[in-house]
């Protein structure tokens, strides 16, 4: 299969073509997505290639009003279409949760299986840089809180394509977050009709053996950097990619630590509440017997995320914060 | 509409005797809406939805009345097994899809499905219900600014029956003439009657017709009223409204209203009307006695339908 070396955001995009050009029941909608490419450029070109080119109309511009489009999307989806519906921001997709927790996430349980909603809900979530309070939340512990809906945060180029062709061809809405820091990271992508990251399996991406690092979404690269700090130190970290919140792959996570008997959980979301501290207290109760030491949790600050570039590097957990767990451990 | 009417009666009676729990919402006095805009409908082809009042259209749309009740009483034979209840009955098959609980949340679903047809190049009329209760909510507008921007081949029909739960339509609505909400998005809205079945299925028909060949939305408000409370555990309705008031309102009872005229146009004997009555009554207790014998779900089940391809954590 092809492999070549792709960001992020280029991995994104050429799944989301991909998919449509697979199937005709696959559409995009959100606010500025085609004739203005979207914010973040993620359906860059796409407006021109469907609905221009091919007189298509698979990439669809919406009002404003979140709960509205994603309402549409969803009445869409029960007939058997799938949308792939773009958030500009994560954030505004809390004007969207009645639509997406009241009626979305409940459908194929309140039919008893009649229905399905076979739907992508996408877009950047967590803090990109001096959005400030209102635009900078990291939700998916929200959504992964949630039956009846499958919640993503892939970390690196490669699950971006294969995550999101998979997002796609799920029949349960599927939350899909993209931290904005990881849009223009590179790397090599394996490419195919179907290669395909099943949900629910979390990844090695560096062996250790004295700590397990366990991260998901971009946090997962400040674990890496972490652990070559440690590794100048002569210690061997572990960092495991969570990438599915739900359903959520325990036995990896629960391998890593009977090997190296000490974890940290590192994410971005508030520490209080944040879906780190359902991970950490999955392992403290499954793994008491093979614990060296309390399970550490590295958390964003419990602030509102503030404007000033000084004040916002101190909410987001860094490699410091991460090595600072380290050593509390012992 | 009688047998909506003595089906709506049969689920009070199963309410009070706590064979039916939760909240339950009866079609009681409002079944000639229902009634006359189903009839002018493509059966199995053409989408409808509404909110939580939703007994009576699945009863005419073709779906299985002892599936709706025994769905009313949470059990295992009902269209969701028990897992939905008065408030969401499905039968997608027929084309029916709910039964949804969130004041106007419904209607964007409504917007999506006559999005779909549209999408799909398919000639499908799609009628979104909601109450004048559900006319005030902002994701309404949002769902009429779209379907008139993409020119979505769906009705709204708002039921006004005069009431969003206990409170009267002018202490909740500044514009009490609903059928405006749709005028500043250009869509053509009227106000028209909803208890003359035979004049709601003529204006349904022409309205019906007019979407599915100009493919535009339209929005109509139908004046009824609810002849029972809001919900079965509604017992002060003298709290928003008189005896007075609601026997004047009885006169205008939909079904009182077409016996009236069938006499006097001699279209049907008394008799006729009579034994047709002792036949809904008999069929309505046949339905009841299945429901009833249906088994309630098994614990296990609970875990069933959270996903279509995996089963969520088990264990509390």
Known sequence: ????????????????????????????MGEDIGRYQGTFRVTEGLFQKYNVEQNDWRIIDTPIVEPGFTGIAIGAA???????????????????????????????????????????????????????????????????????????????????????????????????????????????????????QPFGKAQVLREGKDLSLVAYSRMVHVCLEVADRLAEEGISAEVVDVRSLLPLDTETIYQSVRKTNRAIVVYEDWKSGGFGAEIASRISEDCFDDLDAPVGRVGGLNVPMPYSRVLELECIPNADDVMAAVRKLG | MV?????????NIAYRQG?????????????????????????????VITAYRDHAQPLIMGSD??????????????????KGGSMHIYDIENCFFGGWGIVGGHTPLGAGLAFAA??????????????DG????????????????????VIFIIENNEFAMGTRLEYHAADTQLYKRGEP??????????????????????????????????????????????GAADNDRQLYRTKEEEDENTKRDPIARLEKYLTENNLMTAEKMEAINVEIEERVEAIYEEAVNSPHPEPHEVYAHVYSDMEPEKGH
């Open chain 1, 1 to 28: 299969m092809p492999t070549q070396e792709l960001s992020y955001r280029d991995a994104l995009r050429m799944a989301l073509v991909e998919e449509i050009d697979r199937d005709q029941n696959v559409f995009v």
């Open chain 1, 78 to 196: 029960m007939t058997g279409l799938r949308p792939v519906v773009e958030m500009m921001t994560m954030s505004f997709s809390i004007l969207a949760l009645d639509q997406i927790i009241n009626h979305a996430a409940k459908i194929h349980y309140m039919t008893g299986g009649q229905s399905t909603v076979p739907m992508v809900i996408r877009g950047p979530g967590g803090a990109a840089k001096q959005l400030s309070a209102q635009h900078s939340h990291s939700l998916e512990g929200w959504y992964a809180h949630c039956p009846g809906l499958k919640v993503v945060a892939p970390a690196t180029p490669q699950d971006a394509y294969s995550m999101f062709k998979q997002a796609v061809r799920d029949d349960n809405p599927v939350i899909f977050t993209e931290n904005p820091g990881l849009y223009t990271i590179k790397g090599e992508v394996t490419t195919g009709p179907d290669v395909l």
């Open chain 2, 134 to 153: 559900a006319s005030n909510a902002g994701v309404f507008f949002e769902s009429l600014n779209m379907a008139a921007l993409w020119d979505l081949p």
């Open chain 2, 19 to 47: 064979l039916v729990g939760g909240y339950m919402h009866v079609y009681i006095g409002m079944e000639a809406t229902a009634v006359g805009w189903n009839a002018a409908l493509k059966p199995g082809w053409d989408y």
């Open chain 2, 65 to 82: 009345p002892v599936k709706v009740m025994a769905e009313i009483m949470g059990r295992s034979g009902g269209y969701s097994f028990g």
């Open chain 2, 185 to 230: 998005f250009g869509i053509k809205s009227e106000r028209l009657d909803g208890m003359d079945v035979l004049q709601v299925k003529a204006d349904a028909e022409r309205i019906v017709n007019w979407v599915r060949e100009n493919q535009k939305p339209y929005l109509v408000e139908v004046m009824n009223y609810r002849f029972a409370g809001h």
């Open chain 2, 118 to 131: 549209k999408y799909r190049k398919e000639d499908r009329v799609t009628i979104c219900y909601l109450g």
């Open chain 2, 3 to 11: 047998l909506i009417r003595r089906f709506e009666d049969k689920c």
